[in-house]
Every structure is written in C-alpha cells, then in structure tokens.
C-alpha cells in the first residue's frame, strides 16, 4: 500500500522523515550545551563578585588587597587594603592606579585620608605617621558605572614617603 | 549608543534562546510558563536601560526590539533559505491515526498532551485524526481522515 503524502507544501522527506534535519536537533542541543556553561562560568566567578585577596611582604610592612578582579556594571562593592607595619613608617602613603577610580563611582573612603594627592597618574593617599605593630585598614565603597567595560590595571603600592615598601599587581574586569 | 547596544544583544539572546527552548513550550503556555515569562521581562529590562529612566532611553530599546523584529520578519520573507533558520520548519507528529515516535520525542511531546491537542480542537480520538502537523508557530493542527 502506497503512503499519503502530507499536505502540501509539506513532503514526506522533509517533514515525516526529517531528512536532512539532523543538525537542527544538534544545533539545539549545543546551543543548551553553551548556556549551560554560561551558568557554570557565572556560579566559578569568572563575571564576579566574589572578592579575591593579594598579599605581597615588604620592607616592614605587609599588604592585603581584598577585593574583586571581576565586577558588572551597576554593582556595588568593596576594595579593603590592610597594612601591617612592623618597622616605623614615618609617612604612610597607599598608592593607587588609575583602574581603581575609572568609570567607577567611589561612595566612601573609611578612614579619610589626611591628604590626597597625584603622582603619575596614580592616586596617592597619605596617612600620615605608623609606629611598629600598629595596622592600617583602609575601605573603599565602589559603584561600578554602568557604561564601564573591560579590563584595568589595579596594582597597589605601600610608600614611605617616596620610598616603596611593598606592592601587589592586580587586574579588574568590568562586565556589561 | 549604550542602550541600542544593549537592547540588540538582549533581542538576539531572547531570540536564540526561545530558538533552543522549542516551539512546543512556546505555544503550549501553562501557568507557570506565563510566569517564568513575565520573570523573564522584567530581568531582561534591567540589563537593556539600566539606571536611565528616562523616556527617551525607554523610546530607544522599545525601537529597537520592534526594528529587529520587523527585520527579521522581513528577512524571513524576502530569503526563502533562511526561513528554517528563523522560523523552523514544520513537523509531522502524527500520520493515518498513528503517532511518529521519533518525532514525538524530538521535540518533546507526548502521546497524552498530543490527545490533549486534540480534543481542544473537538476531536476525540487519535485514530480519527490522518495528519497531525506540529506549525511553526508552536500550535498543533489535526486533519481529519
């Protein structure tokens, strides 16, 4: 017995036997496949915000970032340096580069510097007098803009006066 | 210049996505699908204007989205060959009374759901039924024998 065929423009191979139509089926299952590992890359941090830490031991001092290396546009977050001075610094100075306050907006400094200034396109913020043993804890509250994208350097560097002490290399991304 | 950016990248997600999640899920709307729908906007329109409540910004993305949709619809029109790319292509679940497995399972429907179709449409069984055709648009139509 000879089969009916569908009606038309629908024909037997295309639509009854799907001829042919075997990558639409893979085009769908790699497209799941791609999302999916949008998910896992999200849940591993690769697009933030889980802060991550950077310590470098200098002369004297120690010094701790802490804050995230990926951010998205509009979030809110917090960068946290710690000094640990163990050798008198007479004037204590944390420096700064430009990634640390481009098309970011910066809501508050906890405690406020007893100066600011710039040096090289890198900010430079004085805190004055640190006899040994004492500790430095520096927060910045950021919003990221949200016409902010791509990468910036954000190293940070522990000065007395103009002598560096210590220094830790760091980078931001900022995602759409 | 932000905004349009944004919202093309969002039409072509939506897009692809509603591509991969199938037809059938689209045009057989539970209530809890009608919700994760409404979720979905409201996710979406975060991302597309952001912190701009401005009118103007609002004027932009709701151009833009209608611009692509009437793009692609014209595209779909106007090149033949891209239509299974942008609309898929139908599929025949259902021959002379008797239910194309394969079929089925490729794009999720079961035998249940499948009678389901058919009795909205005031058919009562499947063995009245010579085609059942899944459309493009989601929709499943019976031909009577």
Known sequence: MTKRNPPAPLERATHIELRGRRREIWVRRVGVVLFAAFLVAALADVFGQRPSTARADGDGVRLSVSSPTAVRGGLIFQARFDVDVRKEVKDLRLLLDSGWFEGLTLNSVQPDPVGWAQDRGRNVLDFGHFPPGRKLTVRLQYQVNPTSLGRRDQDVTVADGDRQLAFVSRTATVYP | ?145
């Open chain 2, 1 to 145: 210049v932000d905004i349009v950016l944004r919202s093309l990248v969002i039409f072509a997600l939506i897009f692809v996505l509603m591509r991969i999640v199938g037809r059938r899920e689209l045009s057989s709307l539970e209530p809890f699908d009608l919700v994760i729908l409404v979720v979905i906007g409201d996710l979406v329109q975060q991302g597309v204007t952001q912190d701009d409540y401005s009118v103007t910004g609002a004027a932009l993305a709701v151009a833009t989205f209608a611009l692509l949709a009437v793009l692609l619809s014209w595209l779909s029109f106007r090149f033949r060959r891209l239509r299974p790319v942008l609309d898929g292509r139908p599929i025949v679940l259902l021959e002379d009374g008797k239910p194309l497995d394969g079929n089925l399972r490729r794009e999720r429907i079961t035998l249940e759901e499948l009678a389901a179709q058919a009795r909205l449409q005031q058919i009562e069984s499947l063995d009245d039924v010579r085609w059942a055709v899944l459309e493009t648009s989601g929709a499943i139509s019976f031909i009577h024998k």
